[in-house]
């Protein structure tokens, strides 16, 4: 009879876990009408306490998938992500954290525009870069295209793009930092096999 008792609560358990897990996952409705009205005052007067605004607008790290209702603010913000990216080579932690966090309403030229970005941040913050990729990391199937996203800008010009896989390699190697090191070794494995 205990062990009746004992399996019904394990599973109980189980399901409870479950249920939870899925409450997690499912993604939260964004205010795109607060994002706009951000980024327009993020775009007059770039600052950390505007991208820190952002980033309390955007999800988390899950992906929106259906972004019709957003539609015109995504392009808004494609169409001055310039402004975003000089905030973001400056080494501002809130912009680099605003730039990772767009990949969850970004998609075609938006995230090809974002992995260019985020890309070449390896070579202006190397440390920055993998710690906010860390906690992106579930926003990528796979680190290809942010990596390697030199490859899509000279696409005709290999000396070059060696010299900048050459280049991407010597900055990540300097992170020397042990929570950072796997992910460190995953994206030098990555351009090693250009």
């Not at 062990?3 to 899925?22: D, E, F, I, P, Y």
């Not at 993020?42 to 972004?67: C, F, H, Q, R, W």
């Not at 796979?142 to 000396?159: G, M, N, R, Y």
């Not at 992170?175 to 995953?186: F, Q």
């Amino acid at each position: 009879m205990n062990h009746r008792k004992t399996v019904a609560c394990l599973l109980g358990l189980l399901l409870l876990a479950a249920l939870m897990g899925n409450a997690q996952t499912v993604p939260a409705a964004v205010n795109w009408e607060g994002l706009k009205e951000a980024w327009n005052a993020y775009s007059v007067n770039p600052s950390e306490a505007g991208a820190e605004k952002m980033l309390n607008l955007l999800p988390g790290i899950v992906k929106i998938t259906d972004i019709r209702d957003g539609f015109l603010v995504v392009n808004l913000i494609l169409d001055q992500l310039g402004l975003l990216e000089s905030q973001i080579y400056a080494g501002n932690p809130n912009a680099i954290k605003l730039g990772f966090r767009l990949y969850t309403i970004s998609y075609g030229a938006f995230e090809v525009a974002l992995n260019n970005i985020m890309g070449k941040l390896i070579a202006f913050s190397p440390r920055l870069f993998l710690e906010e990729l860390a906690a992106h990391r579930s926003l990528f199937q796979t680190l290809d295209p942010i990596v390697a996203s030199f490859l899509k800008e000279t696409p005709d010009d290999p000396v070059t793009q060696e010299l900048e896989k050459k280049m991407r390699i010597k900055f990540l190697e300097t992170v020397d930092e042990k929570p950072l090191k796997a992910l460190r070794n995953e994206c030098i494995k990555i351009l090693k096999k250009l």
